[in-house]
């Protein structure tokens, strides 16, 4: 240690600790999930499991609640993210094209449901759905994961849309290209990587969304942080490990799909106001 | 002057567009022949921008007619319109390769593929880049850009070619070339162009006729001739060119620097002793200072070597303007 201490230097030396340490903080809890996971045989006091294999697999996998709010899960993503989609992607264009008055008003006003805390808004939320018989139903929790993402669905398109100059616009419209055919084969395409990033959150965002699927959406729509909750509460740890592992997997595969396009650029971007 | 005079192409009439009371183009009349090309040039600020763009459809007009080829234009949105424009910058798409940014308006136009893929071969020999289809814009240098920006609104073969400060963006040499090879292009194709700059060189070299405009009116039109040998107030006299404004008994007389003939001290309108010699290549600059104002003169190089510093001389005004 006090070679390693000399050769390095101090400074360095406490560079190396300290990474050391961050490794272990963001790694240590996925390895010990990955372990858990693929356990067999894991009793106390051993530091690693007794024997491996794939019986927490099949357990998570034979029971039919758990299939079910995997697909639950992706529904729920795919049409909250469609759906934001629809509503927000307007509302950056406007942003970003027309310059109204109280324009960074309305940009603030995004980022109002981010400033509470949450629990609050969904229980001030729940109360509004009871009158309107959303409770328990899949609109009611799509109501839910969208007013979370439409800060991400608004700002960092309204960012991408910026970046596409007027003249490239009016470029295609001097080439007769009407506003419609414009905003679809021009506009759109060039703020693709900034809309796909969005996306992305939004998608990710439902998907490991609980608090309020479980206040809004039980007992019929349960997602699969929801069942985690009851899984971590009724069984060992390695049964959340495997169902924790099925949660991570689509974020992985989008994230290393679309690496390309998300990164610290298209944030700042994106969260610029001007 | 090579266009037809009597053969207009585009009649601008009272045009008004006004963004605040002091902002804006007021009540401008143009006439555009066949085959020449007009420039807008002005200040920034003094709505040359603002003209171009209600030509182009990008301004929805308050008042006044544009006609174009004998119809009226100005209510039409600007993908209706027989123009065609390019930018300062910015004006190709960059997800599209180049074959497909000038192909784009072709293929609204429901032009078959064959015919669309040899206009555009064709039109990149004319602005002199064959072969680039298959390129990205962000693959070419900014002068390229341009000069496929330049083909692709050609392809469109608009009534009248736009081109608003298409060249400011670039360095000087390249920004020589460009105007060579756009003077080039309009004559082999009789098009018609409306040129916006705010250099008066770029105006001189280019233009069939010069628009000089100013807080939003146009002061003074013709040819680069007659506006740099007979402007018609002050305002048209400082902004093209160098000029010597002396003033007179009430008046203001215009003096270019190479009508400033020097002479003996005591022959001369006026005296006084030379504070500045500069070469500037093939002709030398020389400032007199007189009672009350400097001078400026212009000779060429092998005169300039009889005079020194602060040499006492007499001027005087071979060609002068008043107003």
Same mark, same amino acid.
């Given at each position: 240690?006090?070679?390693l201490?000399y050769?390095? !230097?101090?400074?360095?030396?406490?560079?190396?600790?300290?990474?050391a340490?961050?490794i272990?903080?963001?790694y240590?809890p996925l390895?010990n999930?990955?372990?858990?996971?693929?356990? !067999?045989?894991?009793e106390?006091?051993?530091v690693?499991?007794?024997?491996?294999?794939?019986k927490?697999?099949?357990? /998570?996998?034979s029971?039919?609640?758990?299939?079910?709010?995997?697909?639950?899960?992706?529904?729920?993503?795919?049409?909250?993210?469609?759906?934001?989609?629809a509503?927000?992607?307007?509302a950056?264009?406007?942003?970003?094209?027309?310059?109204?008055?109280?324009?960074?008003? &309305?940009m603030?006003?995004?980022?109002?449901?981010n400033?509470?805390?949450?629990?609050?808004?969904?229980?001030?939320?729940?109360?509004?759905?009871?009158?309107l018989?959303?409770?328990?139903?899949?609109?009611g &929790?799509?109501l839910?994961?969208?007013?979370?993402?439409?800060?991400?669905?608004?700002?960092?398109?309204? !960012?991408?849309f910026?970046n &596409?100059?007027?003249q490239?616009e009016?470029?295609a419209?001097d080439?007769?290209?009407?506003?419609v055919?414009?905003?679809?084969?021009?506009?759109?395409p060039?703020?693709?990587?900034g809309?796909a990033?969005?996306?992305?959150?939004?998608?990710?965002a439902?998907?490991?969304?609980?608090?309020g699927?479980?206040?809004?959406?039980l007992?019929?729509?349960?997602?699969?942080?929801?069942?985690?909750?009851?899984?971590?509460?009724?069984?060992?740890?390695?049964? !959340?490990?495997?169902?924790?592992?099925?949660?991570?997997?689509p974020s992985?595969i989008?994230? /290393?799909?679309?690496r390309k396009?998300v990164?610290?650029?298209?944030?700042?971007?994106?969260?610029?106001?001007? | 002057?090579?266009?037809?005079?009597? *053969?207009?192409k585009? $009649?601008?009439?009272?045009?008004? %567009?006004?963004?605040?009371?002091?902002?804006?183009?007021?009540s401008i009349?143009?006439d555009?022949?066949?085959?020449?090309?007009?420039?807008?040039?002005?200040?920034?600020?003094?709505g %040359?921008?603002?003209?171009?763009?209600?030509?182009?459809?990008?301004?929805q007009?308050d008042?006044g007619?544009?006609?174009?080829d004998?119809t009226p234009?100005? *209510?039409?949105?600007p993908?209706?319109?027989?123009?065609?424009?390019?930018?300062?910058s910015?004006?190709?798409?960059?997800?599209?390769?180049?074959y497909? *940014?000038?192909?784009f308006?072709?293929?609204?136009r429901k032009?078959?593929? $064959?015919?669309?893929?040899?206009?555009?071969a064709?039109?990149l020999?004319?602005?002199?880049?064959?072969?680039?289809?298959?390129?990205?814009?962000?693959?070419?240098?900014?002068?390229?850009?341009?000069?496929?920006?330049i083909?692709?609104?050609?392809?469109?073969?608009? =009534?009248?070619?736009?081109?608003?400060e298409p060249?400011?963006?670039?360095?000087?040499k390249?920004?020589g070339q460009?105007?060579?090879?756009?003077?080039?292009?309009?004559?082999?194709l009789g098009?018609?162009i409306?040129?916006?700059t705010?250099d008066?060189?770029?105006?001189m070299a280019?233009?069939?006729?010069?628009?000089?405009?100013?807080?939003?009116?146009?002061? $003074?039109?013709?040819?680069?001739? =007659?506006?740099?040998?007979?402007p018609?107030?002050?305002?048209?006299?400082?902004?093209?060119?160098?000029? *010597?404004l002396?003033?007179?008994?009430?008046?203001?007389?215009?003096?270019?620097?190479e009508?400033?003939?020097?002479? #003996?001290p005591?022959?001369?309108?006026?005296?006084?002793e030379?504070t500045?010699?500069?070469m500037?290549?093939?002709? #030398?600059?020389?400032?007199i200072?007189?009672?009350?104002?400097?001078i400026?003169?212009?000779?060429?190089?092998?005169q300039?070597?009889?005079?020194?510093?602060?040499?006492q001389?007499?001027?005087?005004?071979? %060609?002068?303007k008043?107003?």
């Open positions: 240690m006090k070679r201490y050769g390095l !230097g101090r400074r360095k030396f406490i560079e190396y600790i300290l990474f340490v961050f272990l903080f963001f240590g390895c999930m990955l372990i858990l996971a693929f356990a !067999g045989e894991y106390y006091p051993d690693i499991p007794q024997t491996y294999g794939f927490w697999w099949d357990y /998570v996998l029971r039919d609640n758990l299939l079910s709010s995997i697909t639950t899960s992706f529904l729920v993503a795919v049409l909250a993210t469609a759906i934001s989609l509503i927000c992607l307007p950056a264009y406007a942003i970003s094209r027309i310059k109204f008055k109280g324009r960074k008003l &309305v603030f006003s995004f980022l109002l449901t400033a509470f805390p949450k629990m609050g808004i969904y229980t001030a939320m729940a109360v509004v759905f009871y009158q018989n959303l409770m328990g139903t899949l609109p &929790v799509l839910v994961h969208i007013v979370n993402t439409m800060l991400f669905m608004t700002w960092i398109p309204a !960012g991408a910026r &596409v100059h007027q490239q009016e470029a419209r080439a007769g290209a009407g506003p055919r414009t905003f679809f084969q021009i506009t759109l060039m703020a693709f990587p809309i990033v969005a996306a992305i959150y939004t998608f990710l439902s998907l490991e969304e609980s608090q699927t479980m206040l809004i959406g007992p019929n729509i349960k997602t699969m942080p929801v069942e985690l909750y009851g899984i971590i509460l009724d069984f060992p740890a390695s049964g !959340g490990a495997v169902f924790a592992i099925i949660l991570l997997i992985i989008l994230l /290393v799909l679309l396009y990164g610290p650029d298209t944030l700042s971007k994106g969260l610029k106001l001007r | 002057m090579k266009s037809d005079q009597n *053969n207009v585009m $009649q601008i009439r009272g045009v008004t %567009k006004r963004f605040s009371p002091t902002e804006g183009v007021f009349d143009l555009v022949y066949e085959g020449e090309l007009v420039t807008l040039l002005g200040p920034s600020g003094c %040359k921008t603002t003209l171009l763009r209600a030509i182009g459809g990008f301004h007009i008042e007619e544009i006609r174009l004998g234009i100005q *209510n039409l949105p993908e209706k319109r027989p123009t065609a424009m390019v930018f300062q910015y004006n190709l798409w960059p997800h599209m390769t180049i497909e *940014n000038m192909a308006g072709l293929r609204l032009q078959s593929k $064959q015919e669309i893929a040899q206009k555009v064709h039109m020999d004319v602005v002199k880049m064959p072969g680039c289809e298959k390129k990205y814009p962000a693959q070419l240098s900014g002068g390229q850009q341009q000069r496929i920006a083909a692709r609104a050609l392809l469109l073969e608009p =009534s009248v070619l736009l081109l608003d060249f400011s963006a670039l360095d000087a390249i920004r460009m105007r060579e090879e756009l003077k080039r292009i309009q004559q082999s098009i018609t409306v040129f916006v705010h008066q060189e770029e105006a280019l233009s069939d006729r010069i628009a000089v405009m100013r807080q939003g009116d146009i002061e $003074q039109v013709g040819t680069p001739a =007659s506006i740099y040998d007979n018609e107030n002050e305002f048209v006299a400082g902004f093209i060119g160098q000029m *010597n002396i003033e007179d008994a009430g008046h203001k007389v215009a003096v270019r620097p009508d400033v003939v020097l002479t #003996a005591s022959e001369g309108q006026d005296s006084g030379i500045h010699i500069m500037l290549g093939h002709y #030398a600059q020389i400032l200072r007189t009672k009350d104002l400097e400026r003169c212009f000779l060429p190089r092998e300039a070597t009889h005079y020194l510093l602060h040499q001389v007499g001027v005087r005004y071979a %060609k002068a008043v107003f």
